[in-house]
């Protein structure tokens, strides 16, 4: 059987950003509530895999916002498998205002791994086997390597993580949302004030886990793009630490025309 998820939410309170938006990371935490059901439908979920001794690992995700629901406001968010390959099956999601406008949209790429080995494998069988939705349009598919990977990175900004328990998932790994919080957290404050996230290409390369020291680094590439690269913090003085997430983000002026910096907000409040 092929299944599209389809999941109606609607925004609370701590899901939107200090201007009443809902904030990136938890639309992806919405994005991934989904598919985790998507794959459920198929019997491929978290613990179809865990029985069999397998896991789930994010490789890929770009996101494209293209209008921020705000607080209150009830959403649809809409996902599906699109290609089934040898070592990996791509996801696309869609997220719908409730008239059908499209706030925004996000390609995914997902590998399997084994518990033991910790390392990937072929996808399953039973996993190859499932049947995608019929008449579903996919987005162009990400590719592996995007070109950002590749250039030079030479960072401006840098500051220091450690896993806590709670950004730990059933896969004993750090989930996928929590990287992303903690770098957009490292932004500099007049873009997060300023600018809205338009857009965030992500490459997964190695799992952390609890107690790990990470690196949050960062690098202006233009006016409206940041590159940025997560690395393992436990490395010998004038050595890199081991890539564990790149990134680039690109940023745009708030569409809010009345948008206000936090500290104007923060003083009118008091």
Same mark, same amino acid.
């Given at each position: 059987?092929?299944?599209?998820?389809?999941?109606?939410?609607?925004?609370?309170?701590?899901? /939107?950003?200090?201007?009443?938006?809902? *904030?990136?990371? @938890?639309?992806?935490?919405?994005?991934? %509530?989904?598919?985790?059901?998507?794959?459920?439908?198929?019997?491929?979920?978290?613990?179809?895999?865990?029985?069999?001794?397998?896991?789930?690992?994010?490789?890929?995700?770009?996101?494209?916002?293209?209008?921020?629901?705000?607080?209150? +406001?009830?959403?649809?968010?809409?996902?599906?498998?699109?290609?089934?390959?040898?070592?990996? &099956?791509?996801?696309?999601?869609?997220?719908?205002?409730?008239?059908?406008?499209?706030?925004?949209?996000?390609? *995914?790429?997902?590998?399997?791994?084994?518990?033991?080995?910790?390392?990937?494998?072929?996808?399953? =069988?039973?996993?190859?086997?499932?049947?995608?939705?019929?008449?579903? =349009?996919?987005?162009?598919?990400?590719?592996?390597?995007? =070109?950002?990977?590749?250039?030079?990175?030479?960072?401006?900004? %840098?500051?220091?993580?450690?896993?806590?328990?709670?950004?730990?998932?059933?896969?004993?790994?750090?989930?996928?949302? *929590?990287?992303?919080?903690?770098?957009?957290?490292?932004?500099?404050?007049? /873009?997060?004030?300023?600018?809205?996230?338009?857009?965030?290409?992500?490459?997964?390369? /190695? %799992?952390?886990?609890?107690?790990?020291?990470?690196?949050?680094?960062?690098?202006?590439?233009?006016?409206?793009?940041?590159?940025?690269? &997560?690395?393992? *913090?436990?490395? +010998?003085?004038?050595?890199?630490?081991?890539?564990?997430?790149?990134?680039?983000?690109?940023?745009?002026?708030?569409?809010? =025309?009345? @948008? +206000?910096?936090?500290?104007?907000?923060?003083?009118?409040?008091?």
């Amino acid at each position: 059987m092929a299944f599209i998820q389809t999941d109606t939410f609607t925004l609370r309170g701590y899901e /939107t950003d200090a201007f009443g938006r809902l *904030s990136v990371p @938890a639309l992806m935490n919405l994005m991934q %509530e989904s598919a985790n059901r998507n794959a459920i439908e198929y019997g491929i979920g978290i613990n179809d895999l865990a029985r069999q001794g397998y896991g789930w690992m994010l490789m890929r995700f770009r996101l494209r916002m293209h209008t921020y629901p705000r607080y209150g +406001q009830t959403i649809q968010v809409m996902t599906y498998p699109t290609s089934v390959e040898k070592y990996f &099956i791509h996801r696309d999601f869609r997220v719908l205002a409730d008239d059908g406008t499209l706030l925004a949209d996000a390609v *995914s790429i997902w590998l399997v791994f084994s518990m033991d080995k910790r390392a990937m494998v072929p996808l399953p =069988d039973f996993i190859r086997a499932l049947s995608l939705p019929p008449g579903i =349009d996919p987005l162009p598919k990400l590719a592996l390597k995007p =070109d950002f990977q590749n250039k030079p990175f030479a960072p401006t900004h %840098e500051n220091e993580v450690t896993v806590g328990w709670f950004s730990i998932d059933q896969n004993q790994h750090v989930n996928n949302v *929590s990287y992303v919080e903690w770098l957009l957290d490292a932004v500099d404050s007049n /873009t997060l004030q300023t600018r809205e996230l338009a857009e965030i290409d992500l490459v997964y390369r /190695t %799992e952390s886990h609890w107690k790990d020291r990470l690196l949050i680094r960062s690098v202006s590439e233009s006016d409206d793009t940041i590159n940025h690269r &997560i690395e393992q *913090s436990n490395r +010998q003085p004038g050595e890199s630490g081991k890539d564990v997430l790149l990134a680039q983000s690109r940023w745009r002026t708030n569409k809010n =025309d009345n @948008a +206000q910096t936090y500290d104007e907000l923060s003083q009118h409040n008091r």
